[in-house]
C-alpha cells in the first residue's frame, strides 16, 4: 500500500515541487484569495445595504470583472508583479468578489427589518450593531457564499500553471499534457476533487461552530 | 413624565404624520395611544426614543429635553416593545433578555440571574432561558420582548401594539398579565395600539389620534366613553359605547333580591309560588339553574353566567341578565354561592340612576 501510495504520488523531477508542496501553495493561495475577496466584500457588501442606489452598478461591476479571461488579467499583472504567485493571487481575489459582494449583501439584506429597530430602540451604537447584530445574523448566507468562492477558487487557479508554475495542484494538468503523463493529470484531477470536497465540508464544519441557532432552525424550518 | 410640546412631524417626503401634539404622558401609568392607521402613533412613539427626530416642539422627559443626552444613553433607559417582538434569532431567550445590562456592562453572570427573574416575572418557564427565539410561539416571544424592555429596570417604556400579532385569546392573557406586571413595576408607559377595546382595558389615559396625526381627545377610558369630545372621536369608539361605558360602574349599588333563591329538595314557601322564576340552588348555596314554580318537574333553565355581587361592573351584571332566557341574572360571592338575583328592568333602572348621579357631577 505505501509502495503504491508512494510511485503514485510520486512527483517526477520536472513537476519541482513534492506533491504536498503542491497541495499547500494550492490551498494557501485560493483560500488567500478568498479571504481577502472577503475583506475586500464586507466593506462593500456594507456600503451596498446603506446605499441600495449603488448596488446594482457594484454588482455589474464585480461581474463584468468575472467576465475577464484570467489569461488575460495574467498578462496584465505580470509587468508590474512578475511571474509570482501575486499574478495569481489578486485574479482570484477579484473573481471570488462577483460571488461575495451579493453574498454580503444578501445576508446583510436577510437581518429583519424589526431587529435592527429593536436594536436601536435599545441603544446599539452603529458599529456595535453591525458587530453584533447584522454580522451574525447575516452569516448563514455569508458562509454558503464563502463556500462557493472558496470551492470556485480551488478550481480556477489550475490556469496559473500558465505562467510558470503557479497553478498548485493544476501545474500537474500542463505538465501531464506538455510530457504526455496521462498519471499526473488523473491525480491532479482527483486531488482538486477531493480538496474542494474536504475544503467545503470543514467550511460547513466552520459555519455550523458559529451560527449554533441557525442549526435548529434549520431542523425546524 | 414624559411631555410632548407642540411636536410636530413632517417626513422628508412630505407625509404630515404628526401635527402640534401637546400632551403629557403622567408617572407610573399606562397612557395610550390610539386610532387608526396611519396616524401617527407609531412616530410619536419613536419621536420618544429619537428613532424619529421631530421636525418641530420639544420631548421632555421629567422636564428635561431628550436632546440634552446622548441618544445610545437616553435609548438604554427607556424600554421598547414592538409588534413583531423584534428578537434577536442568534441569541437564546436569556441572552435577549439580557441584551441592555450587558450593553450597560453587566457582566455575564448577574445579566443572565436578572433575565431569569424577568422571565418568571413575565410568566416564562425559566426552562425556555437556553431556546432560541424561534422556538417559542407568538406569545411566549412577546414575553420575552416585554422582559427584555423591563430588564435594565428602565423608568419609561415604549409599546408599539405589542399584543397586536397574537391571537385573541392569548392577546387577552397578555394584557391581564400585563397589567399585574404593571402593578408591580409601576412604570411610565406609553402604549400603542389600533384596538379601541385594548386601549380602554389597558389605559389609565387614552389619548386618541386621528388622521394627520391630530390629537383629538386626550382623556381617562371612562370619561372618553362618557363624553367623546367629537364625531370622529365617538365614532371611533364604536357602537357599543354605551354598554362598554358600564364597565366603569360598580354592580355595588344593585339591590339583589333573596326571596326567590330556594334549596334542592326543598319545597318553595307560600309566597315564592308568586314569583315567575325561583332560583335552585344546592346545599352549600351554588345556582343550578332557574325553575318555574308553576311547573313543577321541568328541567331547570341554566343561568348562562353569574357576576360578581360586589366585584364586577354594572355591565357583566347586565351581560348575565341579557344572556338569560328568564332576563334575570345571579349575583354570586367569592365562593360561588349565588348572593340573591336582579332582573334586567332593576339594573335598568341602576344604569339610569348612575347616568343622572354622573350628570349632577359635571
Ligand atoms: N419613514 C417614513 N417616511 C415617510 N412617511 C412615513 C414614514 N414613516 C411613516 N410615514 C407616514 O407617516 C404617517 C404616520 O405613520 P405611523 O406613525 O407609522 O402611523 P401609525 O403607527 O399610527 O399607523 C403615515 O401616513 C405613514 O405612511
Ligand atoms: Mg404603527
Redesign the interface.
Known amino acids: 500500500m505505501s509502495a503504491l501510495a508512494t510511485s503514485v504520488f510520486d512527483m517526477p523531477s520536472y513537476v519541482q515541487s513534492s506533491y504536498v508542496g503542491l497541495i499547500l501553495t494550492q490551498l494557501e493561495v485560493s483560500l488567500g484569495a478568498t479571504l481577502a475577496g472577503l475583506a475586500i466584500a464586507l466593506p462593500i457588501g456594507q456600503f451596498c445595504s446603506r446605499l441600495p442606489r449603488l448596488y446594482p452598478p457594484t454588482l455589474g461591476l464585480v461581474t463584468l470583472i468575472y467576465s475577464i479571461p484570467s489569461i488575460a488579467l495574467f498578462v496584465l499583472l505580470i509587468d508590474y508583479t512578475g511571474e509570482s504567485e501575486t499574478t495569481v493571487f489578486i485574479p482570484l481575489t477579484l473573481y471570488t468578489l462577483a460571488i461575495l459582494v451579493p453574498g454580503v449583501v444578501d445576508g446583510i439584506r436577510s437581518v429583519p427589518r424589526d431587529v435592527l429597530d429593536a436594536a436601536d430602540g435599545m441603544g446599539y451604537g452603529r458599529a456595535r450593531r453591525y458587530l453584533a447584530v447584522e454580522l451574525p445574523i447575516a452569516l448563514p448566507t455569508l458562509m454558503a457564499a464563502v463556500r462557493v468562492a472558496a470551492v470556485s477558487s480551488l478550481s480556477l487557479m489550475s490556469i496559473g500553471a500558465t505562467i510558470g508554475n503557479y497553478g498548485g495542484i493544476g501545474d500537474l494538468f500542463l505538465l501531464g499534457l506538455r510530457f504526455f503523463d496521462n498519471r499526473l493529470i488523473w491525480v491532479g484531477l482527483i486531488t482538486l476533487l477531493v480538496l474542494s470536497v474536504l475544503c467545503d465540508i470543514a467550511l460547513r464544519l466552520v459555519q455550523r461552530l458559529l451560527t449554533p441557532w441557525a442549526r435548529s432552525l434549520r431542523s425546524i424550518g | 413624565m414624559i411631555t410632548f410640546e407642540n411636536v410636530s412631524k413632517r417626513y422628508p417626503d412630505g407625509t404630515e404624520a404628526v401635527a402640534g401634539l401637546s400632551l403629557e404622558a403622567p408617572d407610573a401609568a399606562i397612557t395610550v395611544l390610539v386610532g387608526p392607521s396611519g396616524c401617527g402613533k407609531t412616530t410619536t412613539l419613536r419621536m420618544t426614543?429619537r428613532?424619529v427626530e421631530p421636525s418641530g416642539g420639544r420631548i421632555l422627559v421629567d422636564g428635561a429635553d431628550i436632546r440634552e443626552r446622548p441618544?445610545?444613553?437616553?435609548?438604554?433607559g427607556?424600554g421598547?416593545v414592538?409588534?413583531?417582538?423584534?428578537?434577536?434569532?442568534?441569541?437564546?431567550v436569556a441572552e435577549n433578555i439580557a441584551?441592555?445590562p450587558r450593553?450597560l456592562g453587566k457582566d455575564r453572570r448577574a445579566a443572565r440571574k436578572r433575565s431569569l427573574e424577568l422571565m418568571e416575572l413575565v410568566g416564562l418557564e425559566t426552562v425556555l432561558a437556553d431556546r432560541?427565539p424561534?422556538?417559542l410561539s407568538g406569545g411566549q416571544q412577546q414575553r420575552v420582548?416585554v422582559a427584555?424592555a423591563l430588564a435594565a429596570d428602565p423608568a419609561i417604556l415604549?409599546m408599539d401594539e405589542p399584543f397586536s400579532a397574537v391571537d385573541p385569546i392569548v392577546r387577552k392573557s397578555l394584557q391581564e398579565q400585563f397589567l399585574q406586571i404593571q402593578a408591580e413595576v409601576g412604570k411610565t408607559i406609553l402604549f400603542v395600539t389600533h384596538d379601541i377595546d385594548e386601549a380602554i382595558r389597558i389605559g389609565d389615559r387614552i389619548a386618541v389620534l386621528r388622521e394627520g396625526g391630530h390629537l383629538a381627545q386626550f382623556a381617562a377610558p371612562r370619561e372618553l366613553l362618557e363624553k367623546p369630545a367629537d364625531a370622529f372621536v365617538e365614532q371611533f369608539l364604536g357602537l357599543d359605547r354605551g354598554v362598554r361605558r358600564l364597565t366603569f360602574i360598580s354592580s355595588n349599588g344593585l339591590n339583589l333580591r333573596t326571596d326567590a333563591l330556594v334549596k334542592r329538595g326543598v319545597e318553595p314557601e307560600a309566597g315564592q309560588l308568586e314569583l315567575p322564576w325561583l332560583l335552585l340552588v344546592d346545599e352549600a348555596g351554588a345556582p343550578l339553574g332557574w325553575i318555574e314554580p308553576r311547573r313543577p318537574g321541568a328541567a331547570p333553565i341554566p343561568i348562562g353566567h353569574p357576576f360578581r355581587a360586589k366585584d364586577d361592573s354594572l355591565r357583566a351584571a347586565l351581560d348575565a341578565a341579557v344572556l338569560c332566557p328568564t332576563g334575570w341574572a345571579v349575583g354570586v360571592d367569592e365562593a360561588g354561592r349565588a348572593v340573591g338575583v336582579v332582573s334586567q328592568e332593576e339594573i335598568a333602572a341602576a344604569i339610569r340612576e348612575a347616568h343622572r348621579a354622573s350628570l349632577e357631577a359635571v
Open positions: 426614543n428613532l441618544v445610545a444613553q437616553l435609548r438604554r427607556i421598547y414592538i409588534q413583531h417582538a423584534g428578537l434577536f434569532p442568534h441569541r437564546t441584551t441592555v450593553l432560541y424561534h422556538q420582548g427584555r415604549l
